[in-house]
């Protein structure tokens, strides 16, 4: 089971995006956004999932994969 | 970061500090920091009102946005963005500023108000806390202002030259600007110019690496059960609060008197002061952040923060000219209308931006 967390651009792309986890029967839950990963201050999304995971919304800033050593990128929509 | 809990902690001690030595260099009491107060006292410095007693522009505010922006560049975190309906947080930014004015206070002030003994802040808390649980009831219905894009650094970087303008006006322009005449009121009180940067300096960058935010920090709790930015603030009252009572100590000048009658720019009207705070928490949960945070976000490049603080001055300049705003006598008839018309436009707002969660 891979770890991963989502960041957003408002509130509201967190809780879209943990309905749209659970629909894919994925754990998930929202969280402040960790200070190592931004400094603004919104709601983050962690979930966890063996392959896939839902598609990316508007709203989605980032996704990072957890692992013991720190976050890796794997999507960050400014650099798009 | 890896103690993220006793960072916060450790910046808000410090900042509670710096705030109770700014009013023993010459700062109004219990006012060590106030946003919304020295954001009204630099809209009457460049006189877009004319409330003779609060004329300055306070070199904190300048310090605050600058701390915020020289340490987001340096840590690359200057990251111009906004389009998200900036008018909507301009209005919520005046509302926020009118409802602080009723208190006679921001956020950040309410728990300097705390740590000076004043018992009237405990209304305005009461009532901030009930404005951010009435907020979290739209969010969690989906409330949203839509997202923000990433904008040119010119963009960005705008808000923070312009505290560069209000500096060079200051120190070597004053003819240009409105100073309250000595004796005059809470804008001739001040600390030296170059004390007041360099804590707004320090507190910006504090608050930067930290995001502490009085508003966040009730929020997450309430939301996540996430106690870190709240420890931020409870350190700030208590570093104040023992601050306070050493400075009275050492100087046989009280700094902290327990009471509610004559407390320093404050008034007694509980009603008012748990509404005036209501409006500010409800406004500030809609914009994501207390006005300092606001502040902050701008000095990092956030124009809709930028854009809110602009709001904020509105705000201001609306309250004087037009007597909404409080004094040590009370509450003003024209201001108890101004904050229920705030509280219906904020209820409004919340209301029709939660009404899309359908969509999803």
């Known amino acids: 089971m891979i770890t991963y967390i989502a960041t957003f651009y408002s509130h509201y792309g967190a809780i879209q995006f943990r309905r749209n986890c659970q629909a894919m029967n994925l754990r998930a839950e929202v969280m402040p956004v960790p200070r190592d990963l931004s400094s603004s201050c919104g709601t983050c999304v962690r979930f966890h999932t063996e392959a896939d995971f839902p598609e990316k919304t508007e709203e989605v800033e980032q996704i990072v994969r957890v692992e013991p050593q720190g976050y890796v990128g794997i999507y960050h929509a400014d650099e798009e | ?360």
């Open chain 2, 1 to 360: 970061m890896k103690n993220e809990k006793g960072t916060i902690v450790l910046a808000g001690g410090v900042i509670g500090l710096i705030a109770a030595i700014l009013v023993f260099f010459g700062n109004p009491a219990n006012m060590g920091f106030c946003i919304a107060c020295f954001l009204r006292d630099t809209t009457g410095a460049l006189g877009l009102h004319s409330a003779a007693a609060v004329q300055y522009i306070r070199p904190e505010i300048i310090g605050l946005v600058l701390g915020a922006c020289i340490i987001s560049l340096a840590k690359k975190e200057f990251r111009p963005r906004g389009g998200s309906a900036p008018v909507t947080r301009f209005t919520l930014g005046a509302f926020v500023m009118i409802g602080c004015l009723m208190f006679l206070g921001c956020p950040f002030r309410m728990i300097l108000r705390l740590a000076g003994g004043d018992g009237n802040a405990l209304f305005g808390l009461v009532g901030f806390v009930a404005g951010i649980l009435t907020g979290t009831v739209f969010l969690k219905k989906g409330y949203t202002l839509k997202r923000s894009y990433k904008m040119p650094k010119l963009e960005g970087g705008i808000y923070p030259a312009f505290q560069i303008v209000m500096l060079l006006l200051l120190v070597v322009a004053p003819a240009f600007i409105h100073f309250t005449e000595p004796e005059g009121g809470p804008g001739a009180k001040h600390a030296a110019i170059i004390i007041a940067l360099v804590a707004g300096i320090i507190v910006g960058i504090l608050a930067q690496r930290t995001r502490l935010c009085m508003v966040g920090g009730i929020r997450d709790a309430v939301l996540f059960k996430e106690y870190k930015l709240l420890f931020g603030f409870v350190a700030i009252l208590v570093t104040a609060l023992v601050m306070n009572l050493i400075l009275g100590a050492v100087t046989g000048t009280s700094y902290f008197n327990p009471g509610f009658a004559g407390q320093p720019i404050a008034h007694t009207d509980g009603l008012w002061n748990a509404l005036g705070m209501y409006l500010a928490g409800f406004g500030c949960i809609l914009l994501g952040g207390c006005p300092l945070r606001q502040l902050i976000l701008a000095g990092e490049g956030n124009t809709d923060s930028a854009v809110t603080v602009l709001g904020l001055m509105a705000g201001a300049a609306f309250a004087h000219n037009f007597g909404l705003a409080s004094s040590g006598e009370g509450p003003t008839a024209n201001g108890k209308i101004a904050v229920i018309i705030g509280i219906v436009v904020v209820a409004v707002i919340a209301a029709v931006n939660s009404m899309r969660k359908e969509e999803a």
